[in-house]
């Protein structure tokens, strides 16, 4: 019985690394859309944007390979650089 249930947790383990990051893609497309719309003017706004997207097309293409840990990382980098040039650039407005 000891021995059933610890199969049981490790394969409920394995499941869920198997899953896609859908809800961390959305989070990062929307991050990295709401600060394209804030116009980055800052070279470090500009250049956090960029690595933002390069992190979400990273994450989109592990996704294709299969590599769900791999794309789930690149999606939460993509959303922290987004908010990163979106804090830059309100940080300018306010000014």
Do not use: G, N
């Not at 961390?24 to 250049?47: G, H």
């Not at 956090?48 to 994450?59: C, F, H, M, P, V």
Request: include cysteine.
């Amino acid at each position: 019985m000891k021995r059933l249930s610890i199969v049981t947790v490790v394969m409920l383990l394995a499941a869920c690394a198997v899953k896609p990051p859908v809800q961390e893609m959305a989070e990062a497309r929307s991050a990295i859309k709401s600060a394209q719309e804030l116009d980055a003017t800052s070279p470090k706004a500009k250049q956090a944007l960029k690595s933002a997207e390069a992190s979400l097309k990273e994450a989109a293409d592990a996704i294709d390979m299969e590599h769900y840990e791999k794309a789930r990382r690149k999606a939460v980098a993509a959303k922290r650089d987004a908010q990163k040039a979106a804090r830059i650039q309100q940080a300018l407005h306010a000014k």
